[in-house]
């Protein structure tokens, strides 16, 4: 069975065997509380440190297992990407926006971005290729295929129950998608300005914003809630609702609630060690009665993710005192917007036969329905 279909179908088969009702959610995570994230403890609300860099020009695709070989070829060539961006931008743009949209998921949960590292250079998805966990490449679309039209794809985190080498790569369209420009470092004020993606390309910070939202926090594309427009990141598009506008307007370079709240979900808020939403005096308490303790990192009152509850653990405390977690729509409870889960004892049967009938290896990333609008495109 061809692998895109078959990620497909198994999705299908997910949603139609879990559906019972139908509510409005503002973010989707791919675990649903539990695997696939970063760090050392798969439950949702646990810190992590994550690492990533770049591959090394010329690093292939794994023959047997890269599962995208239709749409995507070639070897990675991640200078001639910067140097694109670079030559119309200034020294050090294309990194500078890296950088930004890792700070950007950074500082709203308990998740540490460490990099860039040296890569591994090993084939993509080979076996044994996690080094750094977040690996950043650019390859060239087939002409025709559907990579052709878009600017970049992120892999989710792996998933409790095994370590899949692809998760967390982030492959970028080396040659973008802009008629005049690859990519562009966009001018103008967030959620006002327009993107001109068919001239200049996709706005770099934006695009890999959106897919570390896929590669690091674990998101899925939510379904339309209602706002018009809709400025969440992760938002690409519903093509299940008629009246649900496109995304990506304008310049969106900053999370919104909905964002926060799924990072936030995933990975906990930095201090709060009872995982109840607030940094208050009872994780102070917490701390204090496990200090000296060693632990499974990012669990507890592991603050910092070092596995050593500490000093360290108390600063982040006092450091984001009074600090609270945001909730906006709340999470989605399935790999698709609007359905409920049935009792524990149904779901469990239900997807014993749907696991077993799909394949191990998972790609974490959907594809959204297709639109006229070009970013919508541009990002998956």
């Given at each position: 069975?061809?692998?895109?279909?078959?990620?497909?179908?198994?999705?299908?088969?997910?949603?139609?065997?879990?559906?019972?009702?139908?509510?409005?959610?503002?973010?989707?995570?791919?675990?649903?509380?539990?695997?696939?994230?970063?760090?050392?403890?798969?439950?949702?609300?646990?810190?992590?440190?994550?690492?990533?860099?770049?591959?090394?020009?010329?690093?292939?695709?794994?023959?047997?297992?890269?599962?995208?070989?239709?749409?995507?070829?070639?070897?990675?060539?991640?200078?001639?990407?910067?140097?694109?961006?670079?030559?119309?931008?200034?020294?050090?743009?294309?990194?500078?926006?890296?950088?930004?949209?890792?700070?950007?998921?950074?500082?709203?949960?308990?998740?540490?971005?460490?990099?860039?590292?040296?890569?591994?250079?090993?084939?993509?998805?080979?076996?044994?290729?996690?080094?750094?966990?977040?690996?950043?490449?650019?390859?060239?679309?087939?002409?025709?295929?559907?990579?052709?039209?878009?600017?970049?794809?992120?892999?989710?985190?792996?998933?409790?129950?095994?370590?899949?080498?692809?998760?967390?790569?982030?492959?970028?369209?080396?040659?973008?998608?802009?008629?005049?420009?690859?990519?562009?470092?966009?001018?103008?004020?967030?959620?006002?300005?327009?993107?001109?993606?068919?001239?200049?390309?996709?706005?770099?910070?934006?695009?890999?914003?959106?897919?570390?939202?896929?590669?690091?926090?674990?998101?899925?594309?939510?379904?339309?809630?209602?706002?018009?427009?809709?400025?969440?990141?992760?938002?690409?598009?519903?093509?299940?609702?008629?009246?649900?506008?496109?995304?990506?307007?304008?310049?969106?370079?900053?999370?919104?609630?909905?964002?926060?709240?799924?990072?936030?979900?995933?990975?906990?808020?930095?201090?709060?060690?009872?995982?109840?939403?607030?940094?208050?005096?009872?994780?102070?308490?917490?701390?204090?009665?496990?200090?000296?303790?060693?632990?499974?990192?990012?669990?507890?009152?592991?603050?910092?993710?070092?596995?050593?509850?500490?000093?360290?653990?108390?600063?982040?405390?006092?450091?984001?005192?009074?600090?609270?977690?945001?909730?906006?729509?709340?999470?989605?409870?399935?790999?698709a917007a609007g359905t409920s889960v049935p009792e524990p004892s149904s779901a469990v049967l239900v997807l014993m036969g749907i696991l077993a009938a799909c394949p191990s290896r998972r790609s974490y990333q959907q594809f959204e329905p297709s639109a006229p609008n070009p970013i919508q495109l541009a990002r998956r």
């Amino acid at each position: 069975m061809n692998y895109h279909h078959c990620t497909s179908l198994c999705l299908l088969l997910w949603v139609s065997a879990l559906a019972v009702g139908q509510a409005v959610y503002g973010y989707d995570t791919i675990g649903n509380g539990f695997g696939s994230k970063w760090g050392a403890d798969p439950h949702a609300g646990n810190g992590a440190v994550v690492t990533w860099g770049y591959m090394p020009d010329g690093t292939p695709l794994d023959p047997t297992n890269f599962p995208f070989h239709d749409a995507i070829t070639g070897l990675s060539n991640i200078t001639a990407l910067r140097n694109s961006v670079d030559t119309n931008y200034g020294p050090g743009a294309f990194d500078t926006a890296i950088q930004k949209a890792f700070n950007t998921w950074s500082a709203v949960a308990n998740i540490t971005f460490v990099g860039p590292v040296s890569d591994s250079g090993q084939p993509v998805a080979a076996p044994g290729a996690t080094t750094p966990n977040i690996r950043i490449g650019a390859f060239a679309a087939i002409p025709g295929q559907w990579f052709q039209y878009r600017s970049a794809i992120g892999i989710g985190p792996p998933g409790p129950f095994f370590e899949d080498p692809f998760s967390g790569d982030v492959i970028f369209n080396v040659t973008g998608i802009g008629t005049q420009r690859p990519y562009q470092i966009a001018p103008g004020q967030e959620d006002i300005t327009p993107v001109d993606v068919y001239n200049f390309g996709d706005d770099v910070e934006g695009v890999f914003l959106h897919e570390l939202g896929h590669a690091a926090i674990g998101l899925n594309h939510p379904r339309w809630a209602g706002d018009n427009p809709d400025r969440r990141v992760m938002y690409v598009g519903d093509g299940t609702n008629s009246n649900a506008p496109f995304c990506c307007q304008a310049i969106n370079r900053q999370l919104d609630p909905d964002d926060i709240a799924a990072a936030q979900y995933v990975y906990g808020l930095r201090g709060d060690y009872d995982r109840n939403g607030a940094v208050d005096a009872a994780d102070y308490i917490i701390w204090r009665n496990s200090n000296g303790l060693s632990l499974t990192s990012g669990t507890g009152a592991d603050g910092n993710v070092d596995g050593v509850v500490d000093g360290a653990d108390y600063s982040t405390w006092r450091m984001h005192y009074s600090s609270q977690a945001l909730i906006g729509y709340g999470e989605q409870p399935s790999f698709a917007a609007g359905t409920s889960v049935p009792e524990p004892s149904s779901a469990v049967l239900v997807l014993m036969g749907i696991l077993a009938a799909c394949p191990s290896r998972r790609s974490y990333q959907q594809f959204e329905p297709s639109a006229p609008n070009p970013i919508q495109l541009a990002r998956r």
